[in-house]
């Protein structure tokens, strides 16, 4: 046996693409997990003109304008290839799969998944019926950066709302929908002390001096742009009002009162953010009558069961550790690449 020393590194390729509604989270998880295995193996990233950026330090080869990402991995030949981007195809994934021994997808609701050896599914539909064995959807395999483990269940420390209670506002990096201006404009006509922060992401690509006009008609309002801690200005939220794909995954680290408004159809699916979880769910964000959510924000201000409830839920369900399952899978796929249904086992 070759000492584990002297082995060759193996090499994964790591694919993110930017998709409708995941916003920063997917390329987040990329780093994360590249940091650690970087460690064991070649890691390589693989971009096109959707990914996000590499993170420092590590290899990136681009996918040419007239090449594709079958045959960027066909010219490198990986151990194995992590993809984080979107619903993918069977006729792509056929290809890729004649040349990587294993490959893992993460959060693809397309019909691909059903050629990858395994497919981690943090996101999941509210009713999912008929599911692969090599499909694992399972809530904790989120993983939260450092900066949210640092203000892991902080809600518990709150025993009521600030004297002046803090609305945030956040519906991520590109916010298509605008649903920080239609929460805003509603949000005005609380006749209640409130301090409001409306985060706006990178990518906002709308007017955001309207958002400066309507916050200077009311006290203690604030438009936050980046660069900005995400993590320390939640923990300083006594409710926050965000998007139903990956925000309340990191909410429920920290265990605040969450008002969710999906922003399409994809997020109004999803099956995570819901009552029996702490989240107070009013469909799609461009449908919300004002009426409803207005008293959504006051509910948990004024009613403290309800809201000692609601962080009790989010707290309960132990979220942000993911890391080292994940790891354990991708090192094991590493090691034996072919399906094994002791995998999925293990996973679950």
Wanted: charge should be negative; include cysteine; hydrophobic fraction near 40%.
């Amino acid at each position: 046996m070759i000492p584990i020393e002297t082995r060759e590194k193996k090499t994964i390729a790591i694919h993110v693409a930017r998709t409708d509604a995941k916003g920063t989270y997917p390329a987040r998880r990329a780093a994360i997990l590249a940091s650690v295995l970087s460690e064991e193996a070649n890691v390589v990233f693989l971009t096109g003109p959707a990914s996000p950026p590499v993170p420092e330090g590590f290899r990136e080869i681009s996918i040419g304008r007239n090449t594709t990402l079958s045959d960027t991995i066909s010219v490198m030949q990986p151990d194995l290839l992590l993809r984080d981007s979107g619903s993918t195809l069977q006729e792509e994934v056929a290809k890729i799969r004649e040349v990587v021994p294993s490959i893992i997808h993460f959060d693809d609701f397309g019909d691909g998944g059903r050629l990858a050896d395994l497919v981690l599914q943090t996101l999941y539909e509210e009713e999912s019926e008929n599911v692969m064995e090599h499909y694992v959807m399972e809530r904790n395999l989120f993983i939260a950066d450092e900066t949210f483990n640092s203000y892991q269940k902080i809600g518990l420390q709150k025993d009521r709302p600030s004297p002046i209670p803090h609305l945030i506002i956040s519906f991520g990096e590109e916010d298509p929908g605008n649903l920080s201006y239609r929460a805003l404009r509603h949000v005005l006509q609380l006749q209640i002390p409130l301090k409001v922060s409306v985060l706006v992401g990178e990518l906002y690509s709308h007017d955001i001096s309207t958002l400066r006009m309507m916050a200077l008609g009311r006290r203690n309002t604030k438009i936050i742009q980046p660069p900005y801690d995400v993590a320390e200005l939640y923990s300083r939220a006594d409710i926050i009002l965000c998007g139903s794909g990956y925000m309340p995954y990191e909410v429920a680290v920290m265990g605040i009162p969450c008002i969710v408004l999906a922003q399409n159809e994809f997020e109004l699916g999803l099956g995570f953010p819901k009552e029996h979880h702490g989240f107070i769910h009013l469909g799609l964000g461009r449908k919300v009558k004002q009426s409803n959510l207005l008293n959504a924000i006051m509910e948990p201000l004024l009613h403290e069961p309800l809201r000692k409830r609601a962080i009790r839920k989010q707290t309960q369900l132990n979220l942000g550790n993911g890391k080292d399952t994940v790891l354990e899978a991708i090192r094991y796929l590493l090691e034996y690449p072919k399906r094994d249904k002791a995998m999925s086992d293990m996973l679950h």
